[in-house]
């Protein structure tokens, strides 16, 4: 099985625990791990692994102890644990920071600096930008490309981040190229960094309703009443838009501009079920 430190989300950590177990003829029940953490439910393990229960804060240890995890593994276990608890995107940034100094594992060392790409709208945005500009090495008419502008130190830290993360290359003529056209997110920590990057260039979106003339964006917005099932249908429309959006990318040519897109389908009215 894989270690531990492997693993950014501590319940398919578990559920490979599990499987493990079983596979080497030494089975591990959900029961028998729950009346060692001291749990009274017997099917609270089977939520825990489904992922629909977090395990509490104040059964950490006795799960470090029924699992026979070492000092250095009970440590980044909790954390996992704290990660998953911690409320609002401050304390969640804190305890992925801990995750990663601590912890100089393969997973919280391609997850920080996808943390950190994500940071920031306009690593994002020079990404793209690359797909059609000849940049070499003029950090400062780079960052004059962006709107609004940065300055060119950020350019610089974009370009230094992303030749890390292997996004992008540079020639024998020393200009710069992506190394792919499309990206796509993952795991925990790419969660984390994906939702303060939504919030980001949702920033951004409010900004725009000011700071250009009204042809040169597109804004609209739906207020509708919907089923479970028909908002589920909402959803997958969403996703095939997503899609399409994406092959008009992949495959357009002439390249000269980059463009944010951000579509929201949130709840407005409480639940059936939270209602009653």
């Not at 950090?139 to 030749?163: F, V």
Request: charged letters at 25%.
């Amino acid at each position: 099985m894989k270690s531990i430190f492997e693993y950014a989300d501590y319940h398919l950590f578990l559920k490979d625990l599990f499987e493990t177990h079983a596979s080497n003829g030494f089975p591990l029940t959900y029961e028998e791990l729950g009346k060692r953490v001291g749990f009274t439910s017997k099917g609270f393990v089977t939520q825990i692994i489904q992922g629909k229960s977090r395990i509490p804060l104040r059964k950490i240890h006795k799960f470090g102890q029924a699992l026979s995890l070492s000092k250095k593994a009970l440590g980044y276990f909790e954390l996992l644990i704290q990660f998953e608890h911690a409320k609002g995107r401050e304390q969640k940034n804190r305890i992925f920071e801990r995750l990663s100094t601590r912890f100089k594992t393969p997973v919280t060392r391609i997850g920080q600096d996808k943390f950190d790409f994500y940071s920031t709208w306009y690593y994002s945005a020079i990404r793209s930008l690359l797909s059609y500009y000849p940049f070499k090495d003029n950090y400062t008419d780079l960052a004059r490309q962006l709107n609004p502008s940065i300055t060119s130190g950020q350019a610089r830290k974009a370009i230094g981040l992303m030749e890390r993360l292997s996004m992008i290359r540079k020639d024998e003529e020393g200009h710069y190229h992506l190394t792919d056209r499309m990206i796509t997110t993952g795991d925990n920590a790419g969660s984390l960094a994906l939702v303060n990057y939504q919030r980001v260039t949702m920033d951004l979106a409010k900004e725009a309703l000011d700071r250009f003339k009204k042809h040169e964006r597109s804004a609209s917005t739906l207020t509708l009443g919907l089923s479970e099932k028909g908002y589920a249908a909402l959803i997958q429309k969403v996703a095939e838009f997503r899609a399409d959006l994406m092959a008009i990318a992949r495959y357009d040519t002439h390249i000269d501009r980059v463009i944010q897109v951000n579509v929201h389908a949130f709840p407005m009215t409480k639940s059936p079920k939270e209602r009653s």
